[in-house]
């Protein structure tokens, strides 16, 4: 069974400038030029991402967005089709994230549409589940995350549930420094393959790459990392500075 490549994704948010980008960018090209046995992958703002697809020509560290529309083009103001994503030189999407749940009324049947419409243009989704505060104290961690799986990925061929990125983060630990014990992750990550080995079966299962989100840092991803269902990083602000996400690339 082929080995899962770890996947170490920096999620930008609303920071950067095309300037602060480009910046950003060079500083990780020189920091990161020899790696393959891992892979590096920035998620910009809309607005930096041709600049940061130049600059990323020739490089091994990938590009992707945090986010799209799901229809092919139409008069939708504000949004970005798909199509739009691949052409400035995505390879990932993330999809789904928290905060865009929180915020911007992404529910499990926008995350499927946009997973699927994601797939049809040669992206990759990154989907992001995971529990509240609240939910993890009522004990019912488990069951939020198997409905945002079961409904957010349902209907993929198993192709595509093979190439699928699923990034757990549990909302509690966004943002807030607290990150979920590496024991903690572990076992939502393994229940997360469990469940998507009983939808896609074993194979898509352990092909399919989950990675851990929420306060994520150079002292404590290599903990993580060691956890057998832990197969990569989805950091917001340890991904922001050149240093950081150098170290967090560099796990070991
Ligand atoms: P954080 O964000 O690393 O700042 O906690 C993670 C995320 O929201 O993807």
Known sequence: MAKRKPLIAGNWKMYKTVAEASDLVKGL????????????????????????????????ISLGAQNMHWEEKGAFTGEIAPAMLADAGCKYVIIGHSERRQYFGETDETVNKKTKAAFAHSLTPIVCVGETLAEREKNITLEIIGRQIKNGLAGLTDKQAAELVIAYEPVWAIGTGKT?????????????????????????????????????KPDNVSELMRQPDIDGGLVGGASLDVDSFTKLVQFS
Request: charged share 15%; proline share 4%.
């Open 180 to 216: 979920a014990s590496p024991a903690q992750a572990q076992e939502v990550h393994a229940a997360i393959r469990n469940l998507f080995a009983s939808m896609y079966g074993n194979e898509a299962a352990q092909a399919a790459r989950i990675l851990y989100g929420g306060s994520v």
């Open 29 to 60: 090209k020189k920091n990161l030029g020899g790696i393959s046995d891992r892979e590096a992958l920035v998620c910009p703002p809309f607005t930096s991402l041709a600049a940061v697809a130049q600059l990323l020509k020739d490089s091994n």
